[in-house]
């Protein structure tokens, strides 16, 4: 499982490409009237503005990372709570770590919009639309739901967990040093920088 996540994070064409084609997947079965190459020309279009976003922001991480190969070290490192120890790369950390709390401080507010707009979409179906495209419609919306507020939760624990190690809280991730007297990993000196 650890190739795929290091192959998908180096190549973020394909994780773009197979989440259209997961959605025009998603759309042709709900309403399968046409071909698929109009439905994933249209899933196309649509998902031009998700795409650019995605791309923005990679390139922000990356930036902070230092190159693609730092930036899926440090993702290894928040997946596994290992706290680097060379002074660089906890800088790197740092500074990769304050752009993804900054760009999720409204999550809560996020989801509820995402869950409304759902459960609308869901209604509106079941007033517009037959029965198959209702209960499609309510399952990809329990589902995404879901699977959203766990991966955000996840995240978000992840995130503020190095956050208290780097700034020498005890949080419960890193490891001890061997004589059981000091933390393996000290403080990044200095103030802590916080995005505006």
Same mark, same amino acid.
């Given at each position: 499982?650890?190739?795929?996540?290091?192959f998908l /994070?180096?190549?973020?064409?394909?994780?773009?490409l197979l989440?259209v084609? /997961? *959605?025009?997947?998603v759309? !042709?079965?709900?309403?399968p009237?046409g071909s &698929?190459? /109009?439905?994933?020309?249209?899933?196309?279009? #649509?998902?031009?503005? *998700?795409v650019?976003?995605?791309?923005?922001?990679?390139?922000k991480e990356?930036?902070?990372?230092?190159? #693609?190969d730092g930036?899926?070290s440090?993702?290894?490192?928040?997946r596994?709570?290992? $706290?680097?120890?060379?002074?660089?790369?906890? !800088?790197?950390?740092?500074?990769?770590?304050?752009?993804?709390?900054?760009?999720?401080?409204h999550r809560k507010?996020a989801?509820? &919009?995402l869950?409304v707009l &759902? $459960?609308?979409?869901?209604?509106g #179906?079941a007033f517009?639309? *037959? =029965?198959?495209?209702?209960i499609?419609?309510a399952i990809?919306t329990?589902?995404?739901?879901?699977?959203?507020?766990y991966i955000?939760?996840?995240?978000n624990?992840?995130?503020?967990a190095?956050? /208290?190690?780097?700034?020498?809280?005890p949080?419960g991730?890193?490891?001890?040093a061997?004589? *059981?007297?000091?933390?393996a990993?000290? %403080?990044v000196?200095? =103030?802590?920088h916080?995005? %505006?």
């Open positions: 499982m650890e190739r795929v996540n290091v /994070a180096r190549h973020l064409w394909v994780q773009l989440g084609l /997961a *959605g025009a997947v759309v !042709q079965l709900l309403y009237q &698929f190459g /109009a439905v994933l020309i249209r899933t196309v279009f #649509t998902s031009f503005g *998700g650019c976003f995605v791309l923005v922001m990679r390139r990356r930036r902070a990372a230092g190159s #693609t930036l899926i440090l993702d290894r490192r928040l596994t709570g290992d $706290v680097p120890s060379d002074p660089g790369e906890r !800088q790197a950390m740092r500074r990769l770590v304050d752009q993804r709390l900054h760009r999720t401080r507010a989801l509820a &919009f869950t &759902f $459960v609308g979409v869901t209604v #179906t517009t639309a *037959g =029965p198959r495209q209702t499609g419609m990809v329990v589902v995404f739901l879901s699977w959203m507020s955000s939760s996840l995240q624990r992840r995130l503020h190095m956050d /208290a190690a780097l700034a020498g809280a949080s991730i890193g490891s001890p061997t004589d *059981g007297t000091a933390p990993h000290e %403080p000196p200095g =103030p802590r916080r995005m %505006p």
